[in-house]
C-alpha cells in the first residue's frame, strides 16, 4: 500500500520561502513518476511540478517555473518542493501525488495520478 504524508507547509509573506515534503512508503519508485499539486479554495486541483524518481527529470507548471524546484532523495524515499518568491496567489493546499510511469510525456493530470497525500497548506500573506 502506497502511503503518502506531506509536510512543511505554513504561513509566509510574499517574496517569502518555503520547502515542502513528502514521504513515501510502500513501494520501490523507481519506475514512478512523483508529482506536487495544489488546490486553492473555490478551484480545481492543478498541476505544479513533477519527477521522475528514477531520473530525476523534471516538468513544472508555466506558473511556477524558475520560482519552485521539486527534488527527491532515493535513500530518504522523500520528494521535496522548494518554493521560492512566493506569491498570495500560491496560497493553497499542496498535495503530493505518485504515478506507475509507463514513458511519454510527463503526466500532469490529475487522473494520471493513482496515489495521493492528505495536503499540507501553504498560505501567503500580502
Known amino acids: 500500500q502506497v502511503q503518502l504524508v506531506e509536510s512543511g507547509g505554513g504561513l509566509v509573506q510574499t517574496g517569502g520561502s518555503l520547502r515542502l515534503s513528502c514521504a513515501a512508503s510502500g513501494r520501490t519508485f523507481s519506475s514512478y513518476l512523483m508529482g506536487w499539486f495544489r488546490q486553492a479554495p473555490g478551484k480545481e486541483r492543478e498541476f505544479v511540478a513533477t519527477i521522475r524518481w528514477s531520473y530525476g527529470s523534471t516538468y513544472y507548471a508555466d506558473s511556477v517555473k524558475d520560482r519552485f524546484t521539486i527534488s527527491r532523495d532515493n535513500t530518504k524515499n522523500t520528494l521535496y518542493l522548494q518554493m521560492n518568491s512566493l506569491r498570495p496567489e500560491d496560497t493553497a493546499v499542496y498535495y503530493c501525488?505518485?504515478?506507475?510511469?509507463?514513458?511519454?510525456?510527463?503526466?500532469?493530470?490529475?487522473?494520471?495520478?493513482?496515489?495521493w497525500g492528505r495536503g499540507t497548506q501553504v498560505t501567503v500573506s500580502s
Open positions: 501525488a505518485a504515478s506507475i510511469y509507463l514513458g511519454g510525456s510527463f503526466y500532469s493530470r490529475v487522473n494520471q495520478y493513482e496515489y
